[in-house]
């Protein structure tokens, strides 16, 4: 059992329909049949949405993914409309709403590695590939790898696991021609973020995309979010060293906490998660915030 351990009840907007409450983000449509999407400061880890809050976590993500999106659009276009709170919405919607394009989603996660870590260990450790893709002998938790690597995963519900499947699986769901253009842009985004991470002293060691088509049903747009601590594992350059756990300025502080003795809970049972400590969330508020700062040089406030 697995997925929201008290699943909030959606705001109510004049003039927009509420359409999904996701682990992290609203969705609503607008009277012009525009997205408008709310990033929350709900936290979710081991298939489960947390019962605490991260404050200002919607907020970095949002922020941290209209940064990137600005460097990426001439590699992709984007969703992005505008950054605008509707109407009658929340004060507390400032900073986190996104007005977007109605997309044709993909049912697929497009995740890049540059660095072994994470379920790509675990099935390197069984067969010494990811996705079907072969990798060399030798590799260990945080080995770079030879080349940046695209390695699907086909989209879960709230509360279930993405299941990792071969490039063959993707093409037989979207089509030959649109999974090459998923690889191609999916290696391509990641490889400049990547040395973008790099001279900022972090390593992206892997992240995940999401695609959808446009009016034309043929041009992909990079829809959601992008490069964020929750999409992404962010490590610290001058403390990487493969062969280990690597400390991270993602949601990995929340997972070590949750898998310890300290939390007394079973992230394999199936009683729901406990309540975050209150130092858990500072220090997690903190990792999110210091990723924003370094990747973008701008101040938090």
């Given amino acids: 059992m697995s997925g929201f351990v008290e699943k909030p009840e959606p705001v109510q907007v004049p003039g927009l329909i509420h359409l999904h409450t996701g682990k992290v983000r609203d969705l609503y449509r607008n009277e012009a049949g525009q997205l408008v999407m709310v ?15 991260i404050p200002d976590k919607g907020r970095i993500l949002t922020q941290l993914s209209l940064w990137w999106f600005e460097r990426l659009q001439d590699l992709v ?28 989603m993909l049912p697929v996660e497009c995740v890049a590695r540059g660095y072994l870590t994470g379920s790509g260990l675990v099935e390197y450790k069984e067969s010494r590939t990811v996705c079907g893709i072969t990798l060399p002998e030798g590799l260990v938790d ?7 690597i695209f390695t699907p995963a086909l989209k879960a519900e709230v509360g279930e696991h993405d299941e990792n499947v071969p490039y063959e699986e993707v093409a037989r769901r979207v089509g030959a021609d649109v999974a090459a ?24 060691a892997d992240t995940k995309f999401e695609f959808g088509l446009d009016e034309d049903g043929e041009s992909l747009v990079l829809a959601d979010e992008v490069l964020t601590p929750d999409s992404s594992r962010f490590w610290p350059a001058d403390q990487w060293e493969p062969g280990r756990s690597q400390p991270s300025f993602d949601k990995q ?15 394999r049972g199936e009683e729901a998660p406990p309540v975050l400590p209150e130092e858990v969330v500072a220090q997690s508020r903190a990792r999110y915030v210091e990723a924003y700062e370094r990747i973008t040089g701008l101040a938090w406030s």
């Fill in 253 to 267: 502080f929340i997972r070590d906490w949750l898998s310890s003795p300290a939390s007394g809970w079973n992230p």
């Fill in 77 to 104: 276009p984007n969703h992005v409309i505008q950054a605008e709170v509707p109407a009658g919405a929340p004060a507390d919607w400032e900073g986190r709403t996104l007005i977007c394009r109605s997309l044709d």
């Fill in 181 to 204: 253009q998923l690889r191609q842009a999916t290696v391509a985004i990641y490889s400049r973020a990547r040395d973008i991470a790099r001279e900022r002293g972090i390593i992206l």
């Fill in 39 to 53: 990033a929350s400061d709900r936290q979710s880890a081991f298939d489960w949405v947390l019962p605490s809050l």
């Fill in 142 to 148: 945080g080995s770079e790898l030879p080349a940046p």
